[in-house]
Every structure is written in structure tokens, then in C-alpha cells.
């Protein structure tokens, strides 16, 4: 007996307890997506999924089926290991079933299979996209095994906390969304006057001016269109370069540029860049603040570059008005759509209406903005911290519950050894019964060909 288990468990290999049956794959051309009479569903990976595809095939009684009770693993590929439980019908062989004794907990089971002791080492078994394991790996699985008393009560204990985790994390999940409202709400207070109206009072300002964006453009120019050259190695700035609108590194693609090439496309702080074409309507049109303090970058032709008036307008207020509400939306409604992607040209970007304050107010929205921003920037990384670490709990309640250590042990829970005693003794009976099948299916089929015999030899002989 292992030491680190309560003394009335066992560890035992999972051939020792459980059995395991392989689906069957009917060929293709038998398939319909429709229930008929005759005909059974087949059950593979993707139906257990969010968006199960049903496919029916001829019930010739000789596939292999389970229950909705029956639990299933994913035998290869991407989703080896996965359990998956709750369909009826024939598994194809992408599924194996798991036969269980019926003096075991099959909830009890259902998390065994789901925690690390062994999905760790049935991951390990993945050897090809269309390879994973047989049963000769399963036979090396050492698996915890602790009096079917105390199996009920693991089991009542973990949906109890599942069913915590479960409301916790959906709570948890509306945080992003929350933020993204905040951060939106933010945007609209701020280029319609509302987050600085109390702080205008008392103030000489100017008027808000209604303008279009051309008449704050000092340079406008799409990007560089080619992909090789001769000149000075450059890094060409691709959407690539770029995540959420902050420049990212580590991908740059370099082309060589000549000197003239180098003063049309190298870029400056404070320079905008507009996405000008993409295959996704969300991020056509989108404008990104340029900023870099390292070496000098030049831009690719899916770019078009702004550079404003900054006596005039702040570029980062800009992308404010540009990049939410009113603003995004007539972006979007500028684009055109040519075999697939989605393109905005420099008139329609210089048509962007803006409302326009004082250098002065611009100057406040902007550290107003930025300083609540920073606030939703701090909430989301405690939620990513909090999401981190609840996401890492499953695994060590499901160690706990599998050392042992998550219920009481109790003296009259009984001895996982007598447990063990009356699964083997099921699996003998099962055994004994399978081959007295095959025995009396000898027979018959003996019995058949010797009277198929008898009666050819009686037709011979009348002849």
C-alpha cells in the first residue's frame, strides 16, 4: 500500500478496474444529417463541443454504443484525454469508452479521468495527430482507489465547490466586458465635454469648433508598396507590428530603401497611422498613434500616415474621436469592400467630422482619459492574476479529493482491498460469461453445419 494514501485506499493499475472499448467508423457514404427509422447517431469529438454537428448512420447492431451516463475519452489528436459524458448513440474511433465496475462511483470516475493523475499521462501518450493511446498505455496508469463509501462522498464535495467555482468564474467573466463599457463610456464623456463640464467653470475657453479632419492634416501619404530594393536595410512596419494599437517587437521585416524612399516613409512620433485596408471591417480604418524611441521605421502600403496640427490638435485626442462612437462609425460606413477586403481611402478619412476644444481642454480630456484608463489598466491585471489563479484551482481541489485529503476518513467507510476483491470478481464472472457465449455460439454453429451435412447426405443418397 503507498504510504502517501489513507490506509484504507489502494493504488492499483487502470486495467486492473476498468475496461475500455474502442468506437467503430462507418465509411462516409453511409452518413445522413437527418434522424430516420433504422438508423442510430454517431457521436464523435465535436458533438460533445458548442457546436455538435449530428450525423446519423445504419444500426447494424454490431457498433459500438453508450449511454448518456457512459463516459468517453478522446483517443487522438488535439483533444486526447478529453472526457466527455451526457450522448447517446454509436462513438466513432476518435472516442473510447470506459467500461466501469458497477460497485464504482461513475461521477467518481468522471473526475478521476478529468484530473492531472491522468490526464498528464495520457496527454503523454499523443504521438501523431492520428495516433494516441491503446490500451497497452492505460495498463502503466496507476490510479488512487478509496472504499465506494467515501468515492459518494468525494463526489458530494466536489460538485458542492465546482458549483461555487462555476458562479465564481462566471462572475468573474463579466469583469472584461464591464471594463470595456467603462473604457467606451470614458471615450464618449470625453469628446462630447461631459468629463471636463465641471472643470470648464470659471474658465475663458473658446468655443468647441465644428471641423473635418482635412483642415488639421499637414501630410497625408499611403505607404510603401514594395517588397524588396536596393538602398539601406529598414524596418517596413506591418499591422503585424502592432497588437491593441502599441508597437510590438520581435517580427519586424526589414527591406532596403533608398535614401529618397527613406525621407517620404520614415515615420515620426506623434504620426498617425490609419489602417487603410484588411480583410476585417473592425479593424479597417482604425488609427494607431505612432511612437518609438529606437531606430527609424518606415511603413507598408496597408497603412495610410497622418501627420496633424499640434498646435491645433492633440494626436492621441484624435484616436479618441476617430477610433469610437460617431467617429468609428463613419469610418466604417467609408470603407469599401473589394474581393474580400475592406479598404478606406484619404478622402474619406480627411472627411472624419471633429469637434473640436482648445489646445488647453484637449490637453485635460487627455490626462483625464489616460488617468482613468490607468485605473481599468490596474483592475484588469488584478483580474488577470485572480482569473490565473482560479483557473489553476480545479486541479488542486481534484489533487486534494485524490489524496485523500478532501473529505473525512471514516472508520466505517470499509477497505478499498474487499473493493478491489469484488471488481476482480465481477470481471472473472464477466469473463466466464463472455466465453460461455462464445462456446454455446460454438455449438450452435457446430449443431448447424452437421445438419446441413446430415441433409445433404440424405438428398444424395434419395438421388
Not at 464618449?188 to 474658465?203: D, F, I, P, S, Y
Not at 465481477?426 to 450452435?444: C, D, F, I, T, Y
Request: net charge positive.
Amino acid at each position: 500500500m503507498d504510504k502517501k494514501l489513507p490506509k484504507n485506499w489502494e493504488r492499483v493499475g487502470f486495467t486492473e478496474i476498468f475496461g475500455i472499448n474502442g468506437g467503430t467508423q462507418p465509411p462516409k457514404s453511409q452518413f445522413i444529417h437527418e434522424p430516420k427509422e433504422g438508423y442510430i447517431r454517431l457521436l464523435q469529438i465535436r458533438d460533445f463541443g458548442k457546436k455538435p454537428v449530428p450525423t446519423y448512420i445504419p444500426n447494424t447492431g454490431k457498433l459500438r454504443t453508450c449511454e448518456k451516463d457512459d463516459i468517453l475519452i478522446a483517443r487522438y489528436g488535439a483533444s486526447i484525454g478529453r472526457i466527455v459524458t451526457g450522448e447517446e448513440g454509436a462513438y466513432n474511433v476518435a472516442l473510447a469508452k470506459v467500461n466501469i465496475p458497477e460497485v464504482m462511483n461513475k461521477n467518481f470516475v468522471k473526475w478521476l479521468l478529468k484530473s492531472h493523475i491522468f490526464q498528464n499521462k495520457i496527454v503523454s501518450f499523443q504521438r501523431t495527430a492520428q495516433s494516441g493511446f491503446n490500451k497497452d498505455d492505460l495498463s502503466g496508469i496507476k490510479v488512487p482507489l478509496p472504499p465506494l463509501a467515501e468515492q459518494q462522498r468525494i463526489v458530494a464535495k466536489l460538485d458542492e465547490l465546482f458549483g461555487h467555482l462555476d458562479t465564481l468564474k462566471t462572475r468573474l467573466n463579466n469583469i472584461p466586458q464591464i471594463l470595456k463599457n467603462f473604457r467606451q463610456a470614458v471615450l464618449t464623456q470625453a469628446v462630447t465635454g461631459k468629463l471636463t463640464e465641471e472643470w470648464r467653470v470659471g474658465k475663458e475657453l473658446e468655443e468647441w469648433e465644428e471641423t473635418n479632419l482635412e483642415h488639421l492634416v499637414l501630410f497625408a501619404g499611403n505607404g510603401l508598396s514594395k517588397r524588396s530594393g536596393e538602398g539601406e536595410d529598414l524596418t517596413v512596419l506591418r499591422l503585424a507590428d502592432f497588437k491593441n494599437g502599441i508597437r510590438v517587437f520581435g517580427n519586424e521585416r526589414k527591406i532596403q530603401l533608398t535614401e529618397k524612399e527613406q525621407i517620404k516613409y520614415t515615420l515620426n512620433n506623434n504620426d498617425l497611422l490609419i489602417i487603410r485596408v484588411n480583410g476585417s471591417v473592425d479593424l479597417a480604418g482604425l488609427f494607431i498613434l505612432y511612437n518609438n524611441e529606437g531606430n527609424k521605421e518606415a511603413f507598408c502600403d496597408h497603412f495610410i500616415r497622418l501627420t496633424v496640427d499640434s498646435e491645433r490638435i492633440i494626436p492621441l485626442y484624435l484616436t479618441y474621436i476617430s477610433n469610437n462612437g460617431d467617429g468609428r462609425l463613419y469610418l466604417k460606413n467609408s470603407l469599401s469592400t473589394s474581393a474580400g477586403q475592406n479598404t478606406i481611402n484619404q478622402k474619406s478619412v480627411k472627411g472624419l467630422s471633429i469637434n473640436l476644444p482648445s489646445v488647453e481642454e484637449q490637453t485635460e480630456i487627455v490626462k483625464r482619459v489616460e488617468h482613468l484608463f490607468a485605473k481599468a489598466d490596474a483592475i484588469e491585471a488584478q483580474y488577470q492574476i485572480l482569473k490565473t489563479k482560479i483557473d489553476s484551482l480545479p486541479q488542486a481541489i481534484l489533487a486534494k479529493a485524490f489524496k485523500g485529503d478532501l473529505v473525512e476518513q471514516l472508520d466505517t467507510d470499509g477497505s478499498a482491498e474487499v473493493l478491489l476483491e469484488e471488481i476482480q470478481k465481477l470481471k472473472e464472472a464477466s469473463l466466464r460469461g463472455a466465453k460461455q457465449s462464445v462456446k454455446n455460439m460454438s455449438k450452435n454453429n457446430t449443431k448447424e453445419v452437421l445438419g446441413r451435412v446430415a441433409e445433404g447426405t440424405t438428398k444424395y443418397s434419395k438421388r
